[in-house]
């Protein structure tokens, strides 16, 4: 049975996704379209390409995340360093190695650009800070004057996870058609990391819903929920302060209240007190959030009916496709 899902972020969190995939896919249900935010995008996009949830765990735990947090000579200055580098670049570290290895991982499926994909395959949320709006990948990078099917899934994939000072903004130009008039510096933006301003994008679909597109297809949200020790975090400098902020930042949205036509549809997966910025997370605490996952959506899937799920649908319309 094919279902469309939404994958929220929550940085290195995101094992626990794969595991709630891979025990969905277990379960005979297939993936149509995709949409998520910041680690969710990852996942999304992984799926999109054609990569399973048992590969998703294995790609995960194969990887040092602290090689995306790779050091420059600017660094090492004590205390000044890293702020320099946040007023220079705007962040602690420039994403480019994320993306690249995003880049990898699609170029092993053959995929590259979104015209790569079945149209509506894969939708990514960004944060357009200069300009003060959410974004849509591909659709809305029009906007700025650039091919939607031409547009670099990775590059959406860095943009989607770039938590504001903790990694660089991707900065984009307007191309001449959609720059014409504007004063030079206006035709620069900066886009940060989506889960600012949509952490959980449920409501894509329900636009579609509301449109009579795939009006047959369930919708799956897959949510990364509290669980956090509250343990302090041990801040000795620049870098752990700026992990310890936008940590919290981004935590904020897994302690929040999912509302209850909402929770027909979404899988609630605990998060084992693993933060957001954890880096360096240990094979065993990966594979107990993998599990976790798995559990997650084992109990979602045993109380599960297509007839429930419409009815409730119908229960919840006028509130669902506001």
């Known amino acids: 049975m094919k279902i469309n899902a939404v994958f929220q972020g929550g940085g290195v969190k995101a094992i626990g996704l794969a595991g709630a995939v891979a025990e969905t896919e277990k379960r005979g249900f297939r993936f149509h379209h995709m949409a998520g935010t910041s680690s969710g995008s990852i996942v999304a996009a992984l799926l999109a ?13 194969a990887t040092p995340f602290t090689s995306f947090l790779k050091k420059t000579w600017i660094h090492q200055i004590h205390w000044v360093g890293p702020a320099v580098r946040i007023f220079v670049k705007k962040g602690l570290y420039s994403g480019e190695a994320l993306e690249e290895w995003v880049r990898q991982l699609l170029a092993a499926k053959n995929i590259r650009v979104f015209g790569d994909l079945e149209p509506n395959r894969l939708r990514i949320i960004a944060s357009d800070i200069s300009q003060g709006k959410l974004m849509v990948l591909p ?11 031409k547009f670099s899934i990775a590059k959406a994939i860095r943009m989607s996870t770039s938590i504001p000072y903790f990694f660089d903004p991707v900065m984009l130009r307007k191309r001449p058609g959609a ?28 636009k579609e819903e509301a449109k009579g597109q795939d009006k047959r297809i369930p919708v799956i949200g897959y949510q990364l929920v509290g669980q956090t020790d509250h343990e302090p975090r041990d801040i000795k400098g620049p870098i ?8 919290t930042m981004m935590d904020a949205h897994d302690e929040r209240y999912i509302e209850d036509f909402n929770q027909f549809r979404t899988v609630k997966i605990p998060t084992m007190g693993v933060q957001t910025t954890q880096f360096n997370i240990s094979k065993e605490k990966s594979d107990e959030l993998f599990q976790s996952g798995v559990r997650a959506a084992s109990k979602y899937f045993d109380r599960w009916s297509l007839a429930v799920y419409q009815k409730k649908c119908e229960m919840y319309a006028p509130k669902i496709l506001v």
Not at 182 to 198: H, I, N, P, T
Not at 240 to 247: N, V
């Open 49 to 61: 390409a054609g990569y399973t949830g048992q590969e998703l765990k294995e790609i995960i735990q």
């Open 139 to 149: 659709e809305d990078i029009s906007q700025y004057g650039i091919d939607p099917k």
């Open 179 to 206: 720059r014409k008039g504007e004063a030079f510096r206006k035709q620069f933006v900066y886009v940060v990391d989506g889960g600012l301003l949509s952490n959980f994008p449920l409501w894509l679909f329900d």
């Open 240 to 247: 752990s302060m700026f992990q310890a902020l936008f940590g």
